[in-house]
């Protein structure tokens, strides 16, 4: 009788992931693998970018050198895991993870925004997954508040209640309901901005690559990208949600600031390189901006000496429209484990990025 087939060696994943998440995120991604029917043998590399260097990826404005000389070094265990990595979950990666991890397919990105994993990745024929559609809903959610907050009035009314005074005269609130609101990237961000924007009667107009494979649920119409300027007078706030490329670099700077209606909102969740915050800040001063609402920025964190921080009606926050809370990391996970399935059966991945494109 021929002897019983070996079982295949498991699949060896590699998390980099910051150190204090990674361990939890680990345990996950080996029990779904299980209930999934796949082997796979999880190892940790607890690995960081530093701020300065995650960016510099994301621009290519700096030298490989130079990044190699600033990034934070590897430990030998942390190289040992990486060298027999077949495919691997990051949310940051060493610009030569390549070489490190020569048996390496593909890699699973944390976040929709995958611009400093490109430049790592790109021409090396290891395949890129983004988890575009992950945070539609919470970003969604954060848009929606923001815009709740500005159109209500919330900051006076809070700051009456802080001050003990009653002075109902002093807050104006104004009504929600049949105002227009544009979103730049009808992705799943963006289409998620529609659907919750629907439900307070707001009219949503997209702006998407192709216009001309129609408009995704909750848009009343959609433009391209060549159409922008001609639609942001119609809109009484301009959420961006696009993703960071060549193409949409600057995307909204003094011309298309001063193409909004006066008293506008401009929201931006996306990613800093997208609007020139100094046009942003000159506008807010001269009122033709009405608000402005950043939860990302061209550098991370912001310093204190930025003047978006004493520009009135800013609405700023560091980069927490979706988080590493516990139901998102799950759902990454659960993306992980069937992009995996995908690369054995020799089929797509889910949301594979177009490295030349940049999404």
């Known amino acids: 009788m021929d002897a019983a087939s070996p079982e295949p060696a498991p699949v060896v994943a590699a998390v980099v992931f910051p150190e204090r998440l990674a361990p939890g995120l680990a345990e996950d991604l080996g029990r779904r693998a299980h209930d999934a029917g796949l082997s796979l043998d999880v190892r940790l ?49 060493p610009i030569d993870l390549v070489a490190l991890a020569p048996r ?5 990105a944390t976040s929709a925004g995958v611009e ?11 395949r890129l997954a983004s988890a575009a559609g992950l945070s539609g809903a919470k970003v969604a959610e954060f848009v929606m508040a923001r815009l709740l907050q500005v159109w209500a009035d919330l900051r006076t009314i809070e700051a009456l209640q802080r001050g003990r005074r009653w002075a109902p005269d002093e807050v104006t609130t104004e009504a929600i ?12 961000i963006g289409e998620a901005v529609a659907r919750r924007a629907q439900a307070f009667d707001l009219r949503c107009i997209g702006v998407r690559r192709r216009p001309e494979l129609g408009a995704p649920a909750g848009f009343a119409r959609v ?17 961006i949600a ?13 011309v298309q600031l001063a193409a909004m209606r006066r008293g506008a909102v401009l929201v931006n969740v996306a990613r800093g390189s997208l ?3 100094d046009a942003v800040v000159a ?10 609402v950043l939860d990302v920025m061209r550098n991370e964190p912001l310093s204190r000496r930025s003047a978006l921080w004493r520009a009135p009606n800013a609405y700023l926050s560091p980069h927490i429209a979706n988080d590493w809370r516990p139901e998102y990391l799950d759902a990454v996970a659960e993306r992980f484990v069937e992009n995996v399935a995908r690369d054995a059966r020799g089929e797509p991945l889910r949301n594979e990025v177009d490295l030349d494109e940049g999404y």
């Open 45 to 93: 590399v607890g690995w960081a970018d530093d701020p300065a260097v995650r960016r510099a990826k994301g621009r290519g404005d700096r030298s490989q050198a130079w990044i190699r000389a600033h990034e934070p070094p590897l430990r030998d265990d942390q190289r040992a895991a990486l060298a027999d990595a077949g495919v691997a979950l990051a949310s940051e990666i």
């Open 104 to 108: 390496l397919r593909f890699v699973q």
């Open 116 to 126: 400093p994993l490109i430049g790592a990745l790109k021409g090396s024929g290891v």
């Open 177 to 188: 309901g049949g105002r227009s609101v544009l979103v730049v990237g009808t992705g799943g």
């Open 223 to 239: 433009v391209g990208p060549g159409d922008l300027g001609a639609v942001l007078p119609e809109a009484d706030a301009v959420v």
């Open 242 to 254: 696009a993703p960071a490329t060549a193409r949409t670099a600057v995307l909204v700077g003094p």
């Open 275 to 277: 609007v020139d915050e």
């Open 283 to 292: 506008a807010l001063h001269s009122g033709h901006l009405g608000a402005a």
